[in-house]
């Protein structure tokens, strides 16, 4: 059964930095990609950065392009987001999910099968 359980999310202040972590188990990192989402109070949720399991490349939603990266420690089961330059509209849910499958990766959610309970992130000003 593959669990995928984040941490990290806090409250800080415009300007500052957190780092999530997404700790992955019952994956064989075969194919696909793993993804963050993120999803604000009256908002639908949106894809923030993935990167694919098979030779890293990564992508990055316009919005966080510069500031947030994604990267992978399989040996230890992890994937984190580290975000920097943190504004009030980056506040939200941030998710961590999982899509098995092969092929192009975007953030169309219906391809990740995988989600956790998401760490909430608060940017006040």
């Known amino acids: 059964q593959v669990l995928l359980v984040e941490s990290g999310g806090e409250s800080v202040q415009t300007g500052g930095s957190l780092k999530l972590s997404c700790r992955i188990s019952g994956f064989t990192y075969s194919s696909g990609c793993l993804a963050w989402f993120r999803q604000a109070p009256g908002k639908e949720r949106e894809g923030v950065a993935r990167?694919?399991?098979?030779?890293?490349?990564?992508l990055y939603a316009d919005s966080v392009k510069g500031r947030f990266t994604i990267s992978r420690d399989f040996a230890q089961n992890l994937v984190y987001l580290e975000m920097s330059g943190l504004k009030p509209e980056d506040t939200a849910r941030y998710y961590c999910a999982l899509r098995e499958t092969g092929g192009y990766c975007s953030f169309e959610m219906r391809h990740f099968a995988y989600w956790g309970q998401g760490t909430q992130v608060t940017v006040s000003s």
């Open positions: 990167i694919n399991i098979r030779g890293g490349s990564t």
